[in-house]
T-cell receptor, first 116, second 114 residues
Framework: DVKVTQSSRYLVKRTGEKVFLECVQD?????MFWYRQDPGLGLRLIYF???????EKGDIPEGYSVSREKKERFSLILESASTNQTSMYLC???????????????FGPGTRLLVL | AQSVTQPDIHITVSEGASLELRCNYS??????LFWYVQSPGQGLQLLLK??????LVQGIKGFEAEFKRSQSSFNLRKPSVHWSDAAEYFC????????????FGKGTTLSVSS
């Protein structure tokens, strides 16, 4: 079974802190994703990466950065946390397939972040 | 641009009754569609996916979905709902080129009454 793990289930941080959310997958997937989930808004893509050291902005990258130094690990960084970044953060991974549209994403359990 | 609409924000169904969750998509070419479920406090789990072929797709946990191109729909169904099906359900479509992420609907919350 594919396993995607996230370093914390719950985090409480203060405004202005630098926050790191870690995601690790054990299936040698090339693609990794960070989503933010808010009630009534569904899932919105923050960043994704299709290879080590590669990254692409998603729909809402402002206030976030990412790092992918190793294939299995994809980190989301909140440079200076703000209260409007209080949310559920979901990481996902998928393999690169020749039929790219068949790249099913597998999700981690999520990190619920509260910024005070 | 591609988009996914889930018209129902919240649905309540009696245990044992049938269920249909609606999903409409906007897509220029052949869509590749997914349904995910999220139990409270959990990540998303894939229920089923449609890429091509038979328009009726079987998934896990007794769910199925039917792709109807003429209606731009991919509705999720289950003949008899169990209390453990209470969760949030997301429909998603693949972006229109390689290296793009899924585009999700805003989700439908299912409550099951006894």
């Amino acid at each position: 079974d594919v396993k995607v793990t996230q370093s914390s289930r719950y985090l409480v941080k203060r405004t202005g802190e630098k926050v790191f959310l870690e995601c690790v997958q054990d299936m040698d997937h090339e693609n990794m994703f960070w989503y933010r989930q808010d009630p009534g808004l569904g899932l919105r893509l923050i960043y994704f990466s299709y290879d080590v050291k590669m990254k692409e902005k998603g729909d809402i990258p402002e206030g976030y950065s990412v790092s992918r130094e190793k294939k299995e690990r994809f980190s989301l960084i909140l440079e200076s946390a703000s209260t409007n970044q209080t949310s559920m953060y979901l990481c996902a991974s998928s393999p690169i397939l020749q039929a790219w549209y068949q790249e099913t994403q597998y999700f981690g359990p999520g990190t619920r972040l509260l910024v005070l | 641009a591609q988009s996914v609409t889930q018209p129902d924000i919240h649905i309540t169904v009696s245990e044992g009754a049938s269920l249909e969750l609606r999903c409409n998509y906007s897509y220029g070419a052949t869509p590749y569609l997914f349904w995910y479920v999220q139990s409270p406090g959990q990540g998303l789990q894939l229920l089923l996916k449609y890429f091509s072929g038979d328009t009726l797709v079987q998934g896990i946990k007794g769910f199925e979905a039917e792709f109807k191109r003429s209606q731009s729909s991919f509705n999720l169904r289950k003949p008899s709902v169990h209390w453990s099906d209470a969760a949030e359900y997301f429909c998603a479509v693949v972006g229109n080129q390689a290296g793009t992420a899924l585009i999700f609907g805003k989700g439908t919350t299912l409550s099951v009454s006894s």
